[in-house]
């Protein structure tokens, strides 16, 4: 298990190297992924997340892995909203 976690932490690692020298802010490191942080005016595409994928399989092909990135969806959780709308009246 522990191997696996270490191979994990390197992609992320991986992932954040190459999205702060493209002038990204990667503000959370989690095991899953990275938060990255809004930029005005540019909009994080496609495009954007295929390159950081590439960087990703470039850094690990020594292993032979590689990874598919995907963006995961922020969806709203409609009851905690309510309850947080209704604590903050």
């Known amino acids: 298990m522990r191997a696996l976690c270490e191979l994990e932490n390197r992609i992320i ?9 493209q002038g990204w ?3 959370v490191l ?6 990255v942080r809004r930029r005005d005016g540019i909009a994080f595409t496609d ?3 295929r390159a950081a994928e590439a960087a990703v399989n470039a850094a690990m092909a020594e292993e032979g892995i590689r990874v598919r990135l995907e963006e995961k ?3 709203a959780d ?6 947080l709308r209704s604590a903050m009246q």
């Open 13 to 21: 690692v991986a992932l954040e190297v190459h999205l702060t020298s």
């Open 25 to 27: 802010r990667v503000d």
């Open 30 to 35: 989690v095991f899953d992924g990275v938060m």
């Open 47 to 49: 495009a954007d997340l």
């Open 73 to 75: 969806p922020m969806v």
């Open 78 to 83: 409609p009851v905690a909203e309510a309850w």
